[in-house]
């Protein structure tokens, strides 16, 4: 494989850290240089909802690789220097800093961003959760006693509404869909989760908009906004319904957006996520790896934008073989798992809301099942409820319709 002299990788996490071990491994020598925002060693982010917010873990057991590990690498790490441009063509990344890197490739690997609810930055006591210092914050917020609302329905709602559970806290969830994870997963998948969850105490609120955020103020002379509370602390969440959940924290759940504002002006193409082909190249020595890349699926003949650990490490393996030289399309059976109480479920392809579901294997009464997901005729997902062997024998039957990747060997 022909390797360029220096890859720069924006992003240091899973996707971005993935790709530059990748290219070591498949015999890239030249410089590596991994740009990062946050000032912490690389870490894994599945545990931030779990162990490490119930405090089973500590913040280095969730790093991904060790510092010794990482010197290994030989890549020089610039930690704590967010990237604020791009030029493409020229491929230069300019820094926070004010420092101009130039390289013969870039990898973007800058992930997601959080959508906030209005108001929630000047209000003390509300939390989004996509980083460490967010995990260790909320957290800290978390102590006995502690009356939590949970903002969002989706996979990470119901993770932290799990959690927080778990370690004995009031805890109410409010989300748009009918179900819980119902985008994700479908009606009835999410309405056996939803009754796991209210089995287990937490208080739903689903089917119902937020309305605002109340709060008091903290300090004497701080003005507070009378619709979000903006300038105090906050002490409830009022839904559409005119109801109002009094909340001790809040932690906002909502979905998130790719990373791309930076990019403004780069020359890349900028819709959902970065724009790539098949090859997850978005242009010529420029590619797209993890949350922020939205690329060419040639087995579907349409475009997917995939966030879950799984397809941060697989694709940084095509990613990284693609700028070596190969050339690979990027044809995977998407993968997720979520974790809540006792119950493990994984999802293979793309199970969705629309699909016809029968189940495979095991009874749903006894909280052990398989499931097959159809649309058209077609098997389109699987999925498995504490069935983990059976699901990745049902998933063979995706095998044909996705065409995935085959493995990677070094060179």
């Known amino acids: 494989m022909t390797s360029p002299g220096h890859v720069l990788i924006v992003g240091a996490s899973a996707a971005g850290l993935s790709t530059a071990e990748a290219l070591r491994r498949l015999g890239h020598e030249g410089r590596l240089t991994l740009v990062d925002a946050e000032p912490h060693l690389p870490y894994d982010r599945p545990p931030l909802s779990k162990q490490v917010l119930a405090g089973v873990w500590e913040p280095a057991r969730a790093q991904l690789r060790t510092a010794v590990q990482l010197d290994a690498l030989a890549a020089e790490f610039v930690r704590g220097e967010p990237a604020v441009a791009l030029d493409a063509a020229e491929r230069t990344v300019t820094t926070a800093a004010g420092r101009v890197l130039r390289a013969d490739a870039v990898v973007v690997a800058t992930g997601l961003t959080p959508y906030r609810l209005p108001g929630q930055d000047g209000l003390t006591g509300v939390h ?89 103020r903290d300090q004497p002379g701080v003005a507070v906004d009378e619709l979000t509370g903006a300038g105090g602390r906050v002490t409830g969440v009022r839904l559409a319904t005119g109801e109002l959940l009094p909340a001790d924290a809040v932690v906002v759940a909502i979905g998130s957006r790719p990373s791309t504002g930076w990019l403004t002006g780069s020359g890349l193409t900028l819709g959902d996520g970065v724009e790539c082909d098949a090859r997850c190249r978005a242009a010529e020595g420029v590619y797209a790896v993890g949350d922020v890349a939205s690329f060419e699926h040639a087995g579907l003949g349409r475009r997917l934008r995939l966030e879950n650990r799984t397809n941060a490490t697989e694709q940084a393996q095509v990613v990284a073989a693609n700028l070596l030289g190969a050339d690979r399309p990027y044809t995977p059976i998407p993968y997720f798992w979520t974790d809540q109480y006792d119950i493990k479920i994984q999802a293979h392809g793309l199970p969705s809301p629309a699909a016809e579901v029968t189940i495979a294997e095991g009874d749903p009464e006894q909280h052990r099942f398989a499931a097959v997901y159809r649309e058209g005729g077609q098997v389109t997902g699987v999925l498995g409820w504490n069935m983990p062997k059976q699901a990745r024998l049902l998933r063979q039957r995706l095998l044909g319709t996705w065409q995935p990747t085959p493995p990677l060997t070094p060179a």
Not at 145 to 160: M, Q
Request: proline share 1%.
């Open 128 to 216: 989004v959760l996509r980083g460490l210092d967010d995990a260790l914050a909320l957290r800290a917020r978390l102590t006995p006693g502690t009356r939590l609302v949970v903002v969002g329905e989706g996979v990470l709602g119901a993770e932290l509404a799990a959690t927080a559970r778990a370690m004995g806290l009031e805890v109410t969830l409010v989300g748009m869909g009918q179900t819980l994870l119902r985008e994700q997963l479908g009606d009835m998948v999410g309405g056996l989760l939803s009754r796991a969850h209210s089995e287990r105490g937490v208080r739903l609120r689903l089917g119902v908009a937020v309305s605002e955020l109340t709060g008091t």
